[in-house]
């Protein structure tokens, strides 16, 4: 695997392209023997380390200038994200270290070292003061004692103090002592660059350096401008462009075994995206366990009584916590009656819709001291009082009961309540009100939304990874996705606020998730924690990445490990017996734990995850176990990532990038250059996005053309899953997702098309092919794609062709080594103008001498799926 900061992993495109942008770029005549750096932030969001050279230090070139070369992972999304008054100091190591605050108020400051100034390695936040702030950190060295000294200013509104810490290596600290102030001496120089001051450090390197920090600026603007390239200026970039003659020779003799999971879905609790979504319970809140933590206090009604309302003054209701159904579900409504009439009412997730003529299943917790023969008459109403459905319980008891009752619906309605009407007078208590349509996916008891579990289900996804993403390390330590308090009865589940900013049931649990890939046919693919929270934590220490304490990682691990027993063990097994008792004696077969999801690779986080991934490997190396190598597709987490992963030998990473649709363009060959010997691929994330960031034609052809590539390279890419999956109208978070809904529709997204087609027309055997365009031009060949593979089991051959040309293009297909002229052929096309929310595939069946005259419209995505006849068909392999 590479390791050059500027191409990790890139491919030998971009080695053209380097050629193409440094002949471009003017270089000195008689360059500098030595020149001057100053080092400076801005200090905004997301701030990072910019440079600017000087050979006399008065007239100073920016590089950039608003170009990074390292920013601050400190702290949560956004404006927490801070560099603050760095400092930089070539060590006696060798090494260039930088130093810089992280806000006003925390403890600690930041550290990172670099060989080049280009790549910067691992990030760590030494806490040097538990009560006080820690501003503008300086350095220096101790040759004697091979020591740095780093000191720094603490403020308050009376007083400032000086502060110093000593350390041998960056890891380990003294203990921190108070200097006086005359003896901290702030290094930094302030100077004008661009007509703004800036402060900073200034150093004197050798010409090199700064040669290499203006070319991978330019190299940097160059791919970004490269990039930008939207279907929007088409016009003008092909304005003399002509339909373009293509020739396609695939030769079968050369054919090669890919993987036959290679496309997945990634299904994690955003954009409402389960409780109110998948997750088929209408009822919203009902085990009153809503609380103002959830949305960190930002919203005043989010509280135990969120979702219910009393109606009638004829009787008063409030929440309690004296002896509860379970200790991990607190809070009940308690009730006191005065005269019969009043009604406890629930809105559901933006109402209640219901069907006519379907049956809908209600049960409730219920207690009452007072009541003799008390029933609850249960109504679903509309917005003006109108009667949907209604029916009784049994008599309320004195102690914790369930009662259960079912409600057919007399007409269809998208948004009505759900009404509770005690029978009696006195007190009652009532807990986990549910409401689920009979018409479950499957027909499963506490399942799932039939339509939208359909439409996963439709995909053809060979796995499902779950519960996530950011909701599986949580926001610290304590919100990490603990999986044992989404199993057994719901009443004994323990509800969770959601990372996102909301609230989780947790009814749809590990059980759920499981049960669903064994009805989807999907392998399950669950992500625990690395024994680390998300790195953009809101809590424990501003989003530093901090652990679980190393004396709670035994049973932390062994948390991982009951995981696996509670999928595949024997019924005779602890946890084997409680998946049994939730009605599944057979083992689900897991094959797959991901252990991380996006992390700052620190040591922190090294020590966990070897420790986790060396009882994985002890314990179940039958366990595909998936490492994660950061959020993109470049940078110290991806390039740390990696070499902890093939230190250690683990076999598959999690990769993730979010790209504009340049840069799936030109990427293609991303992944043909990976070392087949180190860790295979698992591209867990991805999606293309606009400005905006529309689903549309122009995102799901790039999104196609890229999976070309992928297929070609699905000797080393395993598994792909497009992020996220679902979305609520009015509780989206985040843009583009794959499919849309609310109560009682599902909007596939146009990117969903392209998904469904790699789906439904997967290979577990690729062909090769040559491809020779009448147009030469990069940005013409670039955008033109062809994928063949063969698929063992039905012994159909699929070709996949991308045109995202504003052209037609004239394909002609050479089939050697291939016996298809009997083979009956599915042909499908996904077309349109590239703005399109809307477009959706034309489905035809043709002879097979119709791929031989067909054109490849503009913008389109054809499939051509060719059943073959007899033995005489199949592909001859070298």
């Known amino acids: 695997m590479k390791n050059s900061f500027q191409f990790q992993k890139q491919k030998k495109h971009f080695l053209g392209l380097l050629l193409v942008c440094l002949s471009a770029f003017s270089t000195f005549a008689n360059n500098p023997d030595e020149a001057y750096i100053f080092s400076y932030s801005s200090g905004k969001s997301f701030g990072g380390l910019h440079f600017a050279w000087s050979i006399d230090k008065i007239n100073w070139h920016p590089i950039g200038p608003e170009h990074h070369y390292m920013h601050s992972d400190y702290g949560r999304w956004g404006s927490e994200k801070r560099m603050v008054s760095p400092i930089l100091f070539l060590g006696a190591d060798g090494l260039w270290h930088c130093l810089w605050s992280l806000n006003e108020k925390d403890g600690t400051f930041a550290h990172a070292s670099s060989k080049d100034l280009l790549y910067w390695g691992r990030q760590s936040y030494p806490l040097v003061m538990t009560d006080k702030n820690c501003l503008t950190p300086e350095l220096t060295f101790n040759k004697e004692k091979g020591e740095y000294t780093i000191s720094w200013l603490s403020k308050n509104e009376t007083e400032t103090t000086a502060w110093c810490t000593t350390t041998k290596d960056f890891k380990k600290f003294s203990e921190t002592k108070k200097i006086p102030l005359t003896e901290y001496k702030n290094s930094r120089s302030t100077i004008v660059i661009d007509g703004k001051s800036q402060t900073g450090s200034i150093n004197k390197v050798a010409w090199n350096l700064v040669d290499g920090l203006i070319k991978t600026q330019q190299l940097s603007a160059y791919k970004t401008q490269l990039w930008s390239e939207t279907t929007k200026t088409d016009s003008e970039r092909f304005a003399d462009l002509k339909p373009v003659e293509a020739k396609f020779t695939l030769d079968a003799t050369k054919s090669k075994k890919i993987s036959n999971t290679l496309l997945g879905i990634f299904f994690e609790d955003l954009n409402y995206a389960a409780d109110g979504g998948l997750y088929a319970e209408l009822i919203q809140n009902r085990d009153f366990e809503y609380a103002l933590t959830d949305k960190k206090g930002s919203d005043a009604s989010w509280n135990s009584t969120k979702a219910w309302t009393l109606k009638g003054e004829t009787a008063t209701y409030a929440i309690d916590t004296i002896n509860p159904i379970h ?382 590539s992928v297929e070609r390279n699905g000797d080393v890419v395993s598994m792909t899953s497009y992020a996220p999956l679902l979305a609520k109208d009015k509780h989206t978070q985040w843009n583009p997702d794959l499919i849309y809904f609310n109560n009682t529709e599902v909007r596939p997204s146009v990117g969903y098309e392209v998904q469904k087609l790699y789906g439904q027309n997967a290979g577990d055997e690729y062909i090769p092919c040559e491809i020779s365009l009448s147009n030469t031009k990069e940005n013409v060949k670039n955008r033109v794609a062809i994928s063949m593979v063969r698929d063992s089991k039905s012994k159909d051959i699929i070709i996949k062709l991308v045109n995202l040309l504003p052209v037609t293009v004239n394909p002609s297909i050479d089939f050697k080594n291939l016996n298809l002229e009997n083979g009956e052929v599915i042909k499908t096309v996904l077309k349109g103008d590239p703005s399109d929310k809307n477009a959706r595939p034309e489905v035809s069946t043709s002879s097979f001498s119709g791929i031989k005259n067909a054109e490849l419209p503009a913008y389109s995505f054809t499939v051509y799926r060719i059943k073959t006849v007899g033995s005489k068909n199949k592909i001859q392999q070298k």
């Open 327 to 708: 200790s991990n579900n607190k809070h009940y409504a308690k009730l006191s009656i005065q005269k019969v009439g009043a009604a406890l009412t629930n809105e559901g997730f933006d109402g209640i819709a219901i069907k006519a003529g379907e049956k809908y299943d209600f049960s409730v917790f219920a207690r009452s001291n007072d009541a003799k023969s008390a029933k609850l008459l249960l109504r679903l109403v509309g917005k003006n009082g109108e009667i949907y459905a209604e029916t009784t319980t049994q008599s309320v008891t004195a102690n914790w009961k369930k009662y259960d009752a079912t409600l057919t619906a007399k007409a269809t309605i998208a948004d009505a309540s759900l009404e509770i009407i005690p029978q009696m007078t006195g007190t009652l208590d009532l807990d986990l009100i549910s409401l689920f349509p009979q018409k479950t996916f499957k027909g499963h008891k506490n399942g799932l939304r039939a339509d939208l579990a359909q439409t996963l289900a439709d995909l053809k996804p060979k796995f499902m990874r779950f519960p996530g993403g950011c909701v599986a390390h949580g926001d610290g330590i304590g919100n990490i996705y603990n999986w044992k308090n989404t199993i057994g009865a719901l009443e004994a589940r323990k509800p969770m606020r959601n990372l996102w900013g909301y609230h989780q049931t947790v009814g749809l649990g590990y059980f759920e998730y499981f049960q669903f890939c064994e009805d989807a046919g999907a392998e399950p693919l669950p992500v625990i924690a690395a024994g680390v929270p998300c790195q953009n934590s809101s809590v424990g220490g501003a989003g530093q990445q901090g652990g679980v304490p190393m004396c709670d990682m035994d049973n932390y691990v062994q948390d991982i490990l009951d995981l696996v027993e509670y999928a595949n063990g024997d019924v005779t097994t602890k946890w084997g017996k409680k998946r049994a008792e939730a009605g599944h004696p057979k083992p689900f077969n897991l094959k797959y734990v991901g252990i991380g999801n996006e992390d700052l690779i620190t040591d922190i986080f090294e020590e966990r995850f070897a420790m986790i991934f060396k009882a994985m490997k002890e314990k179940h190396p039958e366990i595909t176990v998936i490492g994660t190598v950061g959020p993109a597709s470049e940078g110290t987490d991806y390039q740390e990532g990696w070499d902890i992963a093939t230190k250690l030998g683990v076999p598959m990473v999690d990769e993730h990038y979010y790209q504009p649709p340049g840069w799936f363009i030109y990427n293609q060959d991303y992944y043909d250059q990976y070392d087949r010997s180190k860790p295979k691929v698992y591209l867990g994330e991805y999606a293309a996005h606009l400005p905006g960031k529309p689903n549309n034609l122009e995102t799901a052809l790039s999104e196609a053309l890229y999976l070309t």
